[in-house]
Nanobody, 126 residues
Framework: QVQLVESGGGLVQAGGSLRVSCAVSGGTFSNYAMAWFRQAPGNERELVAAISRSGSSTYYADSVKGRFTISRDDAENTGYLQMNSLKPEDTAVYSC???????????????????WGQGTQVTVSS
């Protein structure tokens, strides 16, 4: 299993942008599909975005489609989530997750991911 460490969270005003990063170590990142999840207080964890091993396939939750972009840089062993036009309802702890896959698959379910970061807080003020 790889180890994941998120960074880049913080406080931003509504309409602003943030980019969170996920540094991967302890394995070959290109063997893993990855995703970003978020969890707000009192809410269940939800999948925000996912990306396949090659980066050719992506998935976005309807709530973030058109505003968020998931990407990966295998040479840098880092995944990213660019968040634009942020809304107060985007406030949550954002966690990256990685799952080993054979083939270029998208993973959607939390139980499919074997490695998780500790999370980074994103707070959007109105």
């Amino acid at each position: 299993q790889v180890q994941l460490v998120e960074s880049g969270g913080g406080l931003v005003q509504a309409g602003g942008s943030l980019r969170v990063s996920c540094a991967v170590s302890g394995g070959t990142f290109s063997n893993y599909a990855m995703a970003w999840f978020r969890q707000a207080p009192g809410n269940e964890r939800e999948l925000v975005a996912a990306i396949s091993r090659s980066g050719s396939s992506t998935y976005y939750a309807d709530s973030v489609k058109g505003r968020f972009t998931i990407s990966r840089d295998d040479a840098e062993n880092t995944g990213y989530l660019q968040m634009n036009s942020l809304k107060p309802e985007d406030t949550a702890v954002y966690s990256c997750a990685a799952g080993f896959v054979i083939g270029d698959l998208l993973l959607h379910l939390a139980e499919d991911f074997s490695s998780w970061g500790q999370g980074t807080q994103v707070t959007v003020s109105s």
